[in-house]
């Protein structure tokens, strides 16, 4: 479809497979492999002298609208769709690093991430050091002859650190290396990593693309040659999505911009409120003025986002105290979902990270983490008044 329609429209009217039926709704292809007219068109299909589908393993008609529909919004050419966003995350890593080579990584990562960095993917030869989500200097410093990837988030997860993507693509580029960022917190509805240079776009869809806390699945975006490369990996390792994951997560794309808006406008009211609040000692929202790397969010995304860390006087019994005392916002530690949450890091989502690790990454024990859902914010704002007091 055109590229003079604005990413809202192609959100709604981008990729779609169309039957003889005329469906309005992408239809979902729930089977697992498809026919061949002949014994010569099976031939050809896996020599790949025709274009058609085989296995759902390999490509589904459902899976793949849905990662050209994500793959438009990202400003990449084509995307490979994965069970989950850690699938997204291995399959980008075995794609392009083996034994003997070095990933240089943020030390400011989603807990996950984190402990498959350390426990796996060092397992196999991969050598990691990791670095300061936002000095550049850093990263520069950290890269060797062997450095084959540069990986990050951003804002970071739960403190909203902002890096500099243009400058981390330099220094990728200079080195013959790629940059990969995880977009699961802002979504290509927020921010864009490709259009810094970033090579690609890997995210967890199970967060704001889904929206509604119903499916698991990833997403990564980039240029065809890189994509097609993780694809065979996809395909070859089994971390595929499934159709019917990816037709529940179409429909969560159609309403991604609206949510993002929203969600992120009723995240700055919660963010700004609760700086007034006597138990708070801080606030870390990339939406703030004053917020270290403002000028950064500002060039990178277009709001700053739907989370929102705060920290509350009294540490981890304090901060347990109020997730207890919360009546509207749920205690899950999902995010992206229309359902406000609000989580404790450092006994969850950072729970396998030593304590000093958690530290030296400016996670405290009394610091907890919203994810801002479509509520009335004034709703929002009385339940944490009621919580904290
Ligand atoms: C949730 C999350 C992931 C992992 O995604 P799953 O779909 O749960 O596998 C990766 N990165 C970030 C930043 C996340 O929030």
Redo the contacts with the bound molecule.
């Keep these: 479809m055109s590229d003079k329609l604005h990413p809202e429209t192609l959100a709604i009217r981008g990729a779609k497979s169309q039957t003889e039926y005329n469906e309005h709704n992408q239809a979902l292809f729930l089977t697992s492999s498809f026919k061949f007219d002949s014994a010569a068109h099976g031939a050809a299909l896996f020599a790949k002298e025709v274009e058609g589908y085989t296995y759902s393993r390999t490509a589904n008609p459902t899976v793949s609208a849905f990662q050209q529909r994500v793959a438009v919004l990202e400003a990449g050419e084509s995307g490979i769709a994965t069970a ?4 997204a ?1 291995q399959a980008a890593f075995f794609t392009f690093m083996k034994a003997g080579d070095h990933l240089i990584a943020s030390r400011s990562l ?1 807990g ?2 984190a402990g498959f960095i350390s426990g796996i993917v060092s397992k196999f030869g991969i050598e990691v050091t990791l670095v300061s989500q936002t000095d550049v200097a850093q990263w520069r410093a950290a890269v060797k002859p062997n450095t084959k990837m540069l990986f990050l ?1 951003t804002p970071s ?1 739960p403190l909203n650190e902002v890096a500099d993507l243009e400058a981390l693509a330099a220094i990728a580029h200079e080195a013959g290396a790629l940059l990969v960022v ?1 977009n ?2 802002c979504t290509p509805a927020i921010q864009q990593p490709l259009r810094f240079g970033a090579d690609l776009s890997v ?5 704001g693309i889904d929206g509604q806390g119903r499916v ?3 997403i990564i975006a980039g240029r065809n040659e890189l994509v097609k490369e993780i694809a065979l990996y996809v395909n070859s390792a089994g971390v595929s999505l499934s159709p019917f994951n990816a037709w529940v997560l179409l429909s969560g794309v159609e309403t991604l911009f609206v949510r993002m808006e929203k969600q992120a406008a009723n995240a700055a009211q919660v963010a700004a409120w609760l700086r007034t609040r006597p138990q708070v000692k801080a606030v870390h929202y990339a939406g703030f003025d004053d917020h270290p790397q403002a000028q950064l969010a500002r060039k990178q995304q277009s709001s700053g986002g739907i989370v929102v860390a705060f920290e509350v006087e009294g540490g981890q019994e304090a901060a347990w105290k109020v997730i207890d005392s919360a009546k509207v916002f749920s205690k899950t530690a999902n ?1 992206g979902d229309v359902r406000s949450t609000i989580t404790h890091p450092w006994t969850t989502t950072h729970g396998r990270m030593a304590p000093e690790t958690k530290l030296e990454s400016g996670i405290q024990p009394g610091l907890l983490r919203l994810s801002v859902g479509l509520e009335n914010v004034q709703d929002l704002i009385a339940d944490l008044k009621q919580a904290l007091a």
């Design positions: 989950t966003g850690m699938a995350i989603f996950t991430t988030e997860n995880d699961s917190f995210q967890s869809a199970t967060k698991l699945g990833g995010l």
